[in-house]
């Protein structure tokens, strides 16, 4: 079975703080996915990544960056923590094929104090 | 640019009776696929059912079925027979590819609760 593991369930950072998010995956997936989950507007694409070293913006990547050196480890970094970027992080991955479904992480339930 | 609208924040459904959850998205890719997950309060994301672009049929998983229509842009979830452990949130999504990049995106979700 295909494991997309997230280094941490729950965060606590404050405000101004760099905060790293790992997402590792074991099933050799060329693409990766960051989402955000908040009440009311469903799972909002961050970045996502096609290839080692490759990323592409997603709709809501102001205050975010990634960075994906290995094929298996994709990382979301939050350079200076805000109070809105308190949220439920999820990563995914994705075989190539159109109809490949995606696999998610358990999530990190982000709080920036 | 692609977008998935989910119009109904909520829906309630008696036990054992169907129901449907609306689903219109925008592309301009000429493939994509369509998508349903579920989540219930546990947080975790289930995969329900898939529908390709040019595919012929609509899509049916056991109880879920997706009702496609193309032209007007529409993949609405069909599930038959509600029972109460279809109470969850519900996420339609959509996976297009333009040139080598492959984006998936989400929909605000639907929350359905199954009553007795």
């Known amino acids: 079975d295909v494991k997309v593991t997230q280094s941490s369930r729950y965060l606590v950072k404050r405000t101004g703080e760099k905060v790293f998010l790992e997402c590792v995956q074991d099933?050799?997936?060329?693409?990766m996915f960051w989402y955000r989950q908040d009440p009311g507007l469903g799972l909002r694409l961050i970045y996502f990544?096609?290839?080692?070293?490759?990323?592409e913006k997603g709709d809501i990547p102001e205050g975010y960056s990634v960075s994906r050196e290995k094929k298996e480890r994709f990382s979301l970094i939050l350079e200076s923590a805000s109070t809105n970027q308190t949220s439920m992080y999820l990563c995914?991955?994705?075989?190539?094929?159109?109809?490949?479904?995606?696999?998610f992480g358990s999530g990190t339930q982000l709080s920036v104090l | 640019a692609q977008k998935i609208t989910q119009t109904q924040p909520g829906m309630f459904v008696q036990e054992k009776e169907a129901v449907t959850l609306d689903c219109t998205y925008d592309?301009?890719?000429?493939?994509?696929?369509l998508f349903w997950y579920k989540q219930p309060s546990s947080g975790e994301m289930i995969f329900l059912i898939y529908?390709?672009?040019?595919?012929?049929q609509n899509a049916t998983e056991g109880r879920y079925s997706l009702n496609f229509q193309k032209a007007r842009k529409s993949a609405n979830l069909v599930i038959s027979a509600s029972q109460l452990g279809d109470s969850a949130m519900y996420f339609c999504?959509?996976?297009?590819?333009?040139?080598?990049?492959?984006?998936?995106?989400f929909g605000t979700g639907t929350r359905l609760q199954v009553f007795p």
């Open positions: 995914a991955s994705v075989a190539p094929g159109m109809g490949e479904k995606l696999f």
């Open positions: 099933m050799d997936h060329e693409n």
């Open positions: 990544s096609y290839d080692v070293k490759m990323k």
């Open positions: 592309t301009s890719d000429p493939s994509y696929g």
């Open positions: 529908q390709g672009s040019y595919d012929q």
């Open positions: 999504a959509m996976r297009g590819r333009t040139y080598n990049t492959d984006k998936l995106i």
